[in-house]
């Protein structure tokens, strides 16, 4: 009698039932410090569901929470609530309360190691969600509060993915990093892909149209594919009698395409040919509304500082952390300090956050859509931000016409030191002719050797300056210079960068203006 036949099953990925009914029984969790912001927005004498939905936005994962207790009231599922306010509104002040008192929080000292992934996809929701709720304004529509929940909720599975099993979700990015596409990972580590747990997931989850439409498509994650859906969509379109209208599916992945590779030079201009296609905007106007999304983008506190789009965000021709988030400064700790540094480092911070807010709102004016009366308000106004925004010693804005530079916008020189025009061919091989050339920004001492006499002659050889150049198209615009009595450290050189960039983009709406 022969013997009985062995069969080995080669391990393999657990597959979508297996991950359905993990994720259908996830306990979801909240951001720390979420519970405390929310009940007090909730029981404050001025709550109201505008200020409760302020408070809920800063936490997608309690807005899913709240999504799935409102749509369950609600049988018919083309009247689930897609904006936060009348989610609130329906589910009323004292179940939001039950509500939230009754969610657990992940834990804050996990929260940029094990639950990294869950971090990053959130805040690219916020921002995304911002962008979205930007390019509904510029298109004067209403699309902000139609789909405003299926923004916030668009990275859904991966949420549940980092909150089930993080260590899966980090070994899901490693893939990707190594050339995998993003079903072949998901293939790989799940046995199945996101858009085959969507559906049984959208059947036995309060998931709204729009959300689930939108992860169908997400699957065409090869940027061609993306695009020539885009186009087949703009021909159906043209072939209607009715005006050319975006769609919001569409629309929706193209923000958050963008909002998670913002970072990435190339992707990011791809993604911006994407959005301009699916919304019918130029990449300049676009360009604007990132910029001012990640100003006014809602955080968490529990979230770091560092991964904030501001630190990571680069404008279009410089390279990484070209854009930093307004920091708040970091205190020494009181017990190593005399009595009188704390005194000082106390005024010191309090003027630096004044600084901060002043810097802010200058920048709002800088990057907003609304152009200046004139190119003289413009340097003006800039002007004024250094002085204020920075606190700079001194600052010069030097204007490029006709191969020459020339300044009448600056303070902080002595009576008898005035900024003399000079032509570039005068100073060929000087650092301002070397930045004129490629937009940059260089900082270095009043004594260095590539700076020109005459620029020497208007600093005091202990000063430190920087400098940065704006190009507009290709050819040379200005120069912008900061300086300090003493070094120049890294955060004021980045505060210099940034001002300098919102100058770049006034400047550029400015000329397209005339």
């Known amino acids: 009698m022969s013997a009985p036949v062995q069969l080995v099953i080669k391990p393999q990925a657990a597959g979508d039932r297996y991950w359905l009914q993990k994720l259908n029984r996830l306990e979801w969790k909240v951001l720390p410090g979420t519970r405390q912001q929310v009940l007090h927005a909730c029981q404050a004498s001025t709550a109201n569901a505008a200020n409760v939905a302020a408070a809920c936005l800063n936490d997608p994962l309690l807005c899913w929470i709240l999504s799935q207790q409102a749509n369950t009231l609600i049988p018919q599922r083309e009247k689930w609530p897609n904006h936060l306010e009348q989610l609130i509104s329906l589910i009323g002040m004292p179940k939001i309360i039950r509500i939230v008192q009754s969610c657990n ?15 990053r996809s959130v ?25 405003q929940l299926s923004s916030v909720l668009f990275r859904l599975p991966e949420w549940a993915m980092a909150i089930d099993s993080p260590h899966t979700q980090l070994q899901l990015e490693v893939l990707h990093k190594q050339g995998h596409n993003n079903e072949q990972s998901q293939q790989i580590m799940l046995g199945c892909t996101f858009s085959e747990l969507s559906e049984d997931f959208c059947r036995q989850n309060a998931i709204l149209p729009a959300c689930h439409k939108a992860w169908k498509w997400q699957e065409m994650n090869n940027f061609v594919q993306l695009k020539s859906t885009m186009q087949a969509f703009r021909r159906r379109q043209e072939g ?48 604007g509304i990132v910029n001012h999304s990640m100003l006014n983008m809602p955080w968490h506190d529990s979230l770091s500082i560092d991964l904030h789009p501001m630190r990571w965000q680069h404008c279009q021709w410089q390279q990484k952390d070209w854009l930093p988030t307004f920091l708040m400064p970091q205190q020494n700790d009181p017990a190593q300090q005399t009595e009188a540094n704390v005194a000082a480092s106390a005024i010191t911070n309090d003027n630096l956050q004044k600084n901060d807010q002043l810097l802010k709102q ?21 002007l004024q931000t250094f002085r204020r925004g920075l606190a700079s010693k001194g600052a010069l804005i030097w204007v490029y016409n006709k191969g020459q530079l020339s300044c009448r916008h600056f303070y902080g020189l002595e009576e008898s030191k005035q900024p003399q025009a000079f032509k570039l061919k005068e100073v060929n091989g000087d650092i301002c002719h070397r930045l004129l050339q490629k937009s940059a920004a260089i900082r270095l001492s009043a004594e260095h050797k590539s700076l020109s006499p005459g620029l020497k002659s208007l600093l005091n050889p202990q000063q430190q300056i920087a400098i940065m150049s704006v190009l507009i198209g290709g050819k040379p615009a200005a120069l912008l210079m900061l300086i300090e009595e003493s070094t120049i450290d890294d955060e004021q050189f980045r505060r210099f960068k940034q001002l300098s960039h919102g100058f770049h983009q006034a400047l550029l709406r400015q000329l397209q203006a005339k």
């Open 240 to 287: 209607r009698p009715e005006p050319q209208t975006p769609d919001a599916a569409l629309l929706l992945i193209a923000c958050h395409r963008l909002a998670s590779q913002l970072w990435n030079a190339r992707s990011r201009q791809q993604n911006l040919k994407l959005l301009s296609g699916a919304s019918g905007l130029s990449r300049e106007q676009l360009h």
């Open 123 to 147: 805040i690219h929701s916020l921002l995304a969600t911002e962008i979205f709720s930007g390019i509904s304004s510029a298109l004067k529509n209403d699309w902000a509060k139609q789909f």
């Open 362 to 382: 200058c920048l709002k004016r800088l990057l907003g859509n609304q152009s200046f009366s004139s190119s003289k308000q413009l340097l003006e106004f800039t």
């Open 105 to 119: 929080e992940l834990p804050r000292e996990h929260l940029t190691v094990h639950y990294a992934v869950l971090s």
